[in-house]
């Protein structure tokens, strides 16, 4: 069936530094693939959605490409802020009429001074 | 610009009690509805959807259900609560059938703590 995974439950890093989070799927379907943000205590909000062709997204300084071969669609920024720290879904969605989406486990984002 | 409400924000029901939670959405005809629920450090878990009004689809089971008598009203109940039920609940809409690409619009959100 279709499923997304996370494999980073934590990461942690120091201010400035880049930041790679992985994410890849499982799908029947062509799917649109997602990244949500979500703040302590806070909804979770989109940051970021695959495009058809191959555009890559870009938003708050994050981008994420969809790259079908290798069925990933991991998120990147060049330089990490402290206001970046979150958690982070990336998330799939599936049949016919996208009105399922399924989310991975999340991974929490620390960015320290 | 579409809004979206929910209510309560905040429970703390004992088990065996029922519950009902209350999603409305405004500034959007026929919206997509979604409750996703989340465990304390757990992922988002999709509950039901709905495309029209009195159309449900159950995603997964967790003696919860939910029901849309309005076009933007999307309510989630269950008679008798367990402890597994703490949690986080979400309501989200997308755009309807046709415009739909799968991006979500959450609410806030509706913590409940079963004791």
């Known amino acids: 069936g279709d499923s997304v995974t996370q494999t980073e439950g934590l990461v942690t890093l120091t201010e400035g530094l880049p930041v790679m989070l992985n994410c890849t799927y499982q799908?029947?379907?062509?799917?649109?693939l997602f990244w949500y943000v979500q703040h302590l205590n806070e909804a979770p909000k989109l940051l970021l959605k695959?495009?058809?062709?191959?555009k890559r997204p870009e938003h708050q300084g994050f981008h994420a490409t969809l790259h079908k071969s290798s069925s990933s669609f991991h998120l990147q920024k060049s330089s990490a802020q402290l206001s970046d720290s979150a958690l982070y879904y990336c998330?799939?969605?599936?049949?016919?009429?996208?009105?399922?989406?399924?989310f991975g486990i999340g991974t929490l984002l620390s960015v320290k001074p | 610009a579409q809004t979206i409400h929910q209510w309560p924000v905040a429970e703390i029901k004992a088990v065996g009690s029922p519950l009902s939670l209350g999603c409305t959405i405004k500034?959007?005809?026929?919206?997509?509805l979604y409750w996703y629920w989340q465990a304390t450090g757990g992922t988002l878990q999709q509950l039901f959807y709905?495309?029209?009004?009195?159309?449900v689809e159950s995603v997964v089971q967790l003696n919860l259900s939910a029901s849309r008598p309005k076009d933007d009203q999307f309510i989630l109940s269950t008679e008798k609560l367990l402890l597994s039920h703490s949690g986080f609940y979400l309501c989200?809409?997308?755009?309807?059938?046709?415009?739909?690409?799968?991006?979500?619009?959450f609410g806030e959100g509706s913590k409940l703590t079963v004791l």
């Open positions: 989200a809409w997308s755009p309807r059938l046709g415009e739909n690409t799968g991006q979500l619009y």
């Open positions: 799908s029947t379907y062509s799917p649109f």
């Open positions: 695959s495009f058809t062709d191959n």
């Open positions: 998330a799939l969605s599936y049949g016919s009429s996208g009105n399922k989406l399924i």
């Open positions: 500034g959007k005809s026929s919206p997509n």
């Open positions: 709905s495309i029209t009004v009195g159309q």
